[in-house]
């Protein structure tokens, strides 16, 4: 509830800054960070790079039925087209990824974990929603 006392005062356009709102903001920076790093080291544990996690994220969450595109994947991890196509051979290479022609438009190839890259993924993403939960209830008290 706005003005109660169990919210902090939060600056707004017209306020100054105070000393606080430069303590959370670099609180909740340094724990974004720490994630990330943290969750590079969970990948890499895993046998996977963290763009490959990312990758693999991306066409698991896309919530495509039949898979998302290279496309799409390269929109949701705000990659360019090239690099999306590069990343996606890699990951087929490896035995994480496959390629699947779209049942009704066979120009159109989809993108689906294989039975490999779903088990890593699962593992990692565990553990990540574990973290995610400390996070909340640590720096972001929630």
Excluded: C
Excluded at 29 to 41: D, G, V
């Amino acid at each position: 509830m706005p003005g109660s006392k169990a919210e902090p005062k939060r600056s707004t356009s017209n306020d100054e800054l105070h000393e606080s709102d430069y303590r959370r903001l670099l609180e909740f920076r340094t724990a974004i960070r720490r994630f990330l790093r943290w969750s590079e080291e969970q990948a890499e544990a895993e046998g996977l790079t963290p763009t490959q996690h990312q990758l693999l994220l991306a066409i698991r969450g896309s919530g495509e039925a039949d898979g998302p595109t290279v496309g799409d994947v390269a929109q949701a991890m705000l990659i360019r087209h090239h690099s999306a196509v590069g990343l996606v051979d890699r990951a087929v290479d490896a035995g994480f990824v496959r390629r699947i022609r779209d049942h009704e438009d066979h120009r159109v190839v989809r993108l689906r974990l294989t039975a490999d890259g779903a088990r890593r993924l699962a593992r990692l993403s565990r553990h990540h929603l574990e973290e995610l939960d400390r996070l909340r209830r640590g720096v972001l008290g929630g």
